[in-house]
T-cell receptor, first 115, second 114 residues
Framework: AQSVTQPDIHITVSEGASLELRCNYS??????LFWYVQSPGQGLQLLLK??????LVQGIKGFEAEFKRSQSSFNLRKPSVHWSDAAEYFC?????????????FGRGTQLTVWP | KAGVTQTPRYLIKTRGQQVTLSCSPI?????VSWYQQTPGQGLQFLFE???????NKGNFPGRFSGRQFSNSRSEMNVSTLELGDSALYLC?????????????FGPGTRLLVL
């Protein structure tokens, strides 16, 4: 069955520290991969996406993610976290060949940033 | 270009009532998808519309329905509301809803069922 796993429900980091949020998927082929961020009371904002090509993708707000086919992972990273990065982060996938616009989401990782 | 808009932003209903939520996609986008977000179940796909046709439906009871108009605006309806329908309802739009496209989300409608 197709699934997306974010193993960390909650992560706390100090401002200025580096960050890595994990995402793994289960599927027979490489899907299209996305990271979204949701601030309290808000909708989802796209941080970055991977369709093909270079496995290290750059996004907005200084985020990057690396696709590793061998590990079925698409981890999100930021070298230095800012207090404004506190939010909930969702990994999502769209499975190739689908024309039906259905995103599968992980359960999210809540990020807390200490000053 | 304006983003995805959803109305109303907040809604309070009582059990047994019905509710209609509205979503206006980004101009030129013809695919609209709806998602339900709850603390217990996370983000779950409800349905997707393209050119006024429902192309895909998630695993929700028939009380959840939707439609899309010729201008691509979409509405979803929930009849006979239950307490468990309390959630943030998000809609997303994309050009054609294919797997190579990014979906852009609106701010959501927060529904509280009492």
């Amino acid at each position: 069955a197709q699934s997306v796993t974010q193993p960390d429900i909650h992560i706390t980091v100090s401002e200025g520290a580096s960050l890595e949020l994990r995402c793994n998927y289960s599927y027979g082929a490489t899907p299209y991969l996305f990271w979204y961020v949701q601030s309290p009371g808000q909708g989802l904002q796209l941080l970055l996406k991977y369709f093909s090509g270079d496995t290290l993708v750059q996004g907005i707000k200084g985020f990057e993610a690396e696709f590793k086919r061998s590990q079925s992972s698409f981890n999100l990273r930021k070298p230095s976290v800012h207090w404004s990065d506190a939010a909930e982060y969702f990994c999502a996938v769209l499975f190739r060949g689908s024309t039906l616009g259905r995103l599968y989401f992980g359960r999210g990782t809540q990020l807390t940033v200490w000053p | 270009k304006a983003g995805v808009t959803q109305t109303p932003r907040y809604l309070i209903k009582t059990r047994g009532q019905q509710v209609t939520l509205s979503c206006s996609p980004i101009s030129g986008h013809r695919s609209v998808s709806w998602y339900q977000q709850t603390p217990g179940q996370g983000l779950q796909f409800l349905f997707e519309y393209f050119s006024e046709t429902q192309r895909n439906k998630g695993n929700f009871p028939g009380r959840f329905s939707g439609r899309q108009f010729s201008n691509s605006r979409s509405e979803m309806n929930v009849s006979t509301l239950e307490l468990g329908d309390s959630a943030l309802y998000l809609c997303a739009s994309s050009l054609r809803g294919t797997s190579q496209e990014t979906q852009y989300f609106g701010p959501g409608t927060r529904l509280l069922v009492l």
